[in-house]
Structure formats: C-alpha cells, structure tokens
C-alpha cells in the first residue's frame, strides 16, 4: 500500500468588518479574517496538507494572492479544485486531523457543521476529519486575539 502524509499552516490577522469563516462555515464573531481570498484558515491548512502529500506546493503556487481573479475567493472551492488534482492523480484521503488556534470565538458550538460542510467538499465520511480547537493561553498574536491559526494534516492513499 503506498500512502503519504502532508502537513499545512496558516495563519491570518483578525480585523473588523470582514466574516469570520473556518472550514467554509460562518462564525458569529465581531472580527474577522483579513486576507486575498475569504482567508479561511482551516481550509488553506488542509489545501496545504493535501498540496504537500503529493510533493505539489503549496496553495499559493495555484492561487497567488497577487492574482485578482483570487479576491475574495470562497476557500472551500480552491479546497474542491485541489481534492480534484488529488483526485486525478489516483490518490484518495484516508484521513485529516486539524487544530485551530484561537482565544476567541469559541469554536465547540460550530465543530459538527465545520466537520460536515468539510466532509460534503472533500466527498468523505465526516468521522474521516478531525477538528479540534484550542487557544494559546493568551501567549503570541493568537493568544493576544490578533489573528487565528490553523494547523492540518492529511494521509492519502494511492488507488493504483
């Protein structure tokens, strides 16, 4: 069996008048994301993790925040059109496991439809992704409340 694993990163600043965003779900909060696209945290974690699996970049090689076709992109689809090359190249997600970091909003209420609207995109059961949340204990600019981050990891597993 030839399977692999990749890891993804990122992290954006909190601002006012802009929706906070995680995993495609919207989250009652007063800040939110700044960033080229919807700056959905999670999602770009776990684009990067299925990006790094294969040795294919990173989610700025195929959506460059310089390019403005990219403004204001709804995340979930950039995660779609990234599950398609994995895709296409025989490969199939065994599991993903995330952490958000965060002092605020508390995320516990919105895990299950996180979970779920995930599941829907990468066309997986929802026991398959695994969404924790945590916070900083006030320590760095998660901790300080200026920003979200958000760490995955993905096993695929060769279909040939």
């Given at each position: 069996?030839?399977?692999?694993?990749g890891n993804g990163y990122d992290?954006?600043?909190?601002?006012?008048?802009?929706?906070?965003?995680?995993?495609?779900?919207?989250?009652?909060?007063?800040?939110?994301?700044?960033?080229?696209?919807?700056?959905?945290?999670?999602?770009?974690?776990?684009?990067?993790?299925?990006?790094?699996?294969?040795?294919?970049?990173?989610?700025?090689?195929?959506?460059?925040?310089?390019?403005?076709?990219?403004?204001?992109?709804?995340?979930?689809?950039?995660?779609?059109?990234?599950?398609?090359?994995?895709?296409?190249?025989?490969?199939?997600?065994?599991?993903?496991?995330?952490?958000?970091?965060?002092?605020?909003?508390?995320?516990?209420?919105?895990?299950?439809?996180?979970?779920?609207?995930?599941?829907?995109v990468l066309k997986v059961a929802?026991?398959?992704?695994?969404?924790?949340?945590?916070?900083?204990?006030?320590?760095g600019p998660t901790g300080r409340?200026?920003?979200?981050?958000?760490?995955?990891?993905?096993?695929?597993?060769?279909?040939?």
């Amino acid at each position: 069996m030839d399977i692999r694993i990749g890891n993804g990163y990122d992290i954006h600043r909190l601002v006012e008048d802009r929706p906070l965003i995680l995993g495609g779900v919207l989250i009652p909060h007063k800040k939110g994301l700044l960033g080229h696209s919807d700056a959905d945290v999670l999602s770009h974690a776990i684009t990067d993790a299925l990006l790094g699996a294969l040795s294919l970049g990173d989610i700025g090689t195929y959506f460059p925040p310089s390019d403005p076709q990219w403004a204001g992109a709804d995340s979930l689809k950039l995660l779609a059109q990234v599950h398609q090359m994995v895709r296409d190249r025989d490969w199939a997600i065994i599991n993903i496991d995330t952490v958000v970091v965060a002092e605020r909003p508390k995320l516990k209420p919105h895990i299950a439809e996180i979970r779920s609207t995930l599941a829907q995109v990468l066309k997986v059961a929802p026991d398959r992704i695994g969404i924790k949340a945590t916070t900083n204990e006030k320590l760095g600019p998660t901790g300080r409340e200026e920003g979200i981050a958000a760490y995955a990891v993905a096993l695929v597993v060769s279909q040939k």
